[in-house]
């Protein structure tokens, strides 16, 4: 732009004004570039330490500007970036951390924002009325804890239904709704407003966790995303900790590579604190009140290869990798969470909830794919306090069970004919 005016305003000047003009114009650029580039905070340091690193790297991503807008996904309508986070972040500045969800799990979103504290991507699946429960919560979280501003700085929020359970609103547009405020004396809609309550419940309506798992990952701004699920507590200082191992290990990073970071995965008892670090995490799963996440339900869903040699290690300072490994053999049926790109396949929208197996699919066209998964050594999950235990079938959802593995064996034939070769990689079946 200045040289467009400068240009157009030097054409008809005499040569001696001609000069300080361009002095001036020049020093004035000078003064905008310096004030956009003066670090306001040690993450801005962090960034154009990153961008380099990925430059020489050959990796490049488009900074993205988030913006209220909507979408349609098959059935569903979305509100993307309902409510904004205050902070925006250029695409290798941070790690989005997303996350699916419903207004119930909302109360998660304090201790993951705390100890994430970089941007946070929810997808709410909010029909009729629970639409309006939804957005007291949100209000709630951004204004009534000593945690709110975090969550007002990190935290976006995309909200959808299904097209034909719109919440129903007679004066105001749906777009415009949303008010930013909540009297702090109450109780907000997560804590009062009973499951049998709920919309979605009267309705029978199911939670389409994979469309929620979609559009939070794919509405994240930055070019590292960490796919996770609400209930699940990453340990702290993760983001600088993996920009400090990218620098080391640029051979991960190379723009063909086939690779996503693992993080293993605990359960701990209820009443117990989460670990705050690996050395917390071996001293409680020494006495038994921390766990492989789901030990007694699928054991092999989710611990990592060499298990017992991952808990054995000392920390160290600093993050690395613990073990690669392919979705195959001992791991085939694994279905870890883990970090990636908008590069990795999405999960497939025809399998919900309560029909189970719903995030196998990704890790199978991983597998098809042959993706290397690269354990991390000193940070992992872990699940909100509570042990789950082995209990007879949920008699409720059989139908849906079997309808998700129906979609399943329909996935592995549409998958194994894209790729062919799928003899080693598997997609659980739900009736083990
Ligand atoms: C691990 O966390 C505990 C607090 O839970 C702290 O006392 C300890 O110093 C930490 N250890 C390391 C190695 O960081
Ligand atoms: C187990 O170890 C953890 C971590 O050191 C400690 O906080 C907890 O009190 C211990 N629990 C029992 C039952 O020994
Ligand atoms: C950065 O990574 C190096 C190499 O893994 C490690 O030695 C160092 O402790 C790390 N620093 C931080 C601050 O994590
Ligand atoms: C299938 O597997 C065989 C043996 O592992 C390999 O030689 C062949 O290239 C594979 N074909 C495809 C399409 O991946």
């Not at 569903?76 to 790690?95: Q, T």
């Amino acid at each position: 732009m200045w040289v467009c005016l400068s240009d157009v305003y030097s054409k008809n000047m005499n040569p001696k004004f001609k000069i300080i003009f361009y002095i001036l114009v020049f020093s004035f650029t000078i003064i905008n570039l310096h004030l956009l580039s003066t670090p306001k905070t040690s993450v801005v340091q962090f960034e154009s330490r990153n961008i380099d690193f990925f430059q020489r790297n050959h990796i490049q991503c488009n900074d993205i500007v988030l913006e209220k807008s909507i979408e349609y996904r098959g059935n569903y309508i979305v509100l993307k970036n309902y409510i904004l986070a205050k902070r925006s972040f250029k695409c290798l500045e941070s790690i989005t951390l997303s996350v699916p969800g419903d207004y119930r799990f909302l109360d998660n979103i304090f201790p993951l924002v705390e100890r994430w504290k970089g941007p946070i991507s929810v997808a709410l699946y909010a029909p009729g009325y629970d639409f309006f429960s939804t957005l007291q919560s949100i209000a709630y979280l951004r204004h009534c804890s000593v945690f709110s501003s975090l969550v007002k700085d990190y935290v976006t929020f995309h909200i959808f239904f299904d097209e034909d359970h719109m919440p129903q609103v007679h004066d105001e547009p749906l777009i415009n709704i949303y008010q930013d405020e909540f009297n702090c004396e109450q109780k907000p809609p997560f804590q009062t407003i009973k499951d049998e309550e709920m919309y979605k419940q009267r309705t029978g309506l199911f939670y389409p966790i994979n469309v929620a798992r979609n559009v939070a990952k794919l509405n994240a701004q930055t070019h590292f995303v960490f796919p996770s699920d609400i209930e699940l507590y990453p340990t702290r200082h993760f983001i600088s900790k993996f920009f400090n191992f990218t620098r080391h290990h640029p051979e991960y990073f190379e723009k063909s590579s086939r690779n996503v970071f693992v993080f293993p995965l605990f359960e701990i008892q209820e009443g117990y604190e989460i670990p705050e670090n690996k050395t917390k995490l071996q001293e409680m799963i020494n006495n038994k009140t921390a766990f492989w996440f789901h030990h007694e339900v699928c054991r092999s869903c989710h611990a990592v290869p060499k298990s017992a040699e991952w808990i054995a290690e000392q920390e160290t300072n600093g993050l690395n990798i613990f073990t690669v490994t392919k979705r195959q053999d001992k791991q085939k049926i694994w279905e870890p969470f883990f970090l990636c790109t908008q590069k990795e396949p999405l999960w497939d929208e025809r399998l919900n909830w309560e029909g189970q197996g719903n995030k196998m699919c990704e890790a199978y066209h991983l597998c098809l794919l042959d993706y290397d998964f690269l354990v991390f050594n000193n940070c992992f999950l872990t699940h909100k306090p509570g042990v789950k235990k082995k209990k007879v079938q949920n008699i409720k959802y059989k139908d849906q069970m079997r309808k998700n593995n129906e979609i399943l064996r329909q996935i592995t034939t549409e998958l194994t004919k894209i790729y062919g070769n799928g003899t080693k990689c598997l997609i659980h079946n739900i009736f083990h």
